[in-house]
């Protein structure tokens, strides 16, 4: 009988904490400016960091969805590691140096003169 009970407070306990683990991901998609594959491999790799979860950014779309722990990184900061390599985003300019270190093809301006303004 008493085995039976640590049982059952061991599974309710081990339930409870799977589904307090469960919520403290959040997911977000916004706009990060770019062109190419190249794009993509670079802002999916410099997301690729603690507290980042998943980082899948579509070149027809020039959409991110990221989903991250908030409690290690904000998305203010997310906005801001896309800004530092050279991709804007829909709140952030991208840093002026590493946009003009962007390949040809990955500078964004160029190619869609009439979303892309907000560099």
């Known amino acids: 009988m008493k085995s039976a009970l640590l049982l ?5 306990t081990s339930v409870f904490g799977v589904a307090q683990k469960g919520n403290k991901y ?3 998609t916004f706009r990060v400016y770019g062109n190419c594959g190249m794009c993509e491999e670079r802002i ?7 507290g980042i979860r998943s980082a899948q950014w579509d070149e027809k ?3 991110l969805t990221v989903t991250f722990v908030s409690e290690k990184i904000s998305i203010q900061e997310i906005h801001q590691i896309c800004a530092n390599i050279g991709h ?3 709140k952030m300019k991208a840093d002026e140096k ?10 964004y301006i160029k190619h ?3 979303e892309n303004q907000n560099h």
């Open 98 to 107: 590493a946009y003009a270190n962007l390949h040809h093809c990955c500078k």
């Open 61 to 63: 779309t020039q959409m």
């Open 26 to 28: 959040q997911t977000d």
């Open 8 to 12: 059952l407070i061991f599974s309710f």
């Open 88 to 90: 804007a985003t829909e």
């Open 44 to 50: 999916e790799n410099a997301l690729d960091i603690v």
């Open 112 to 114: 869609n003169h009439e």
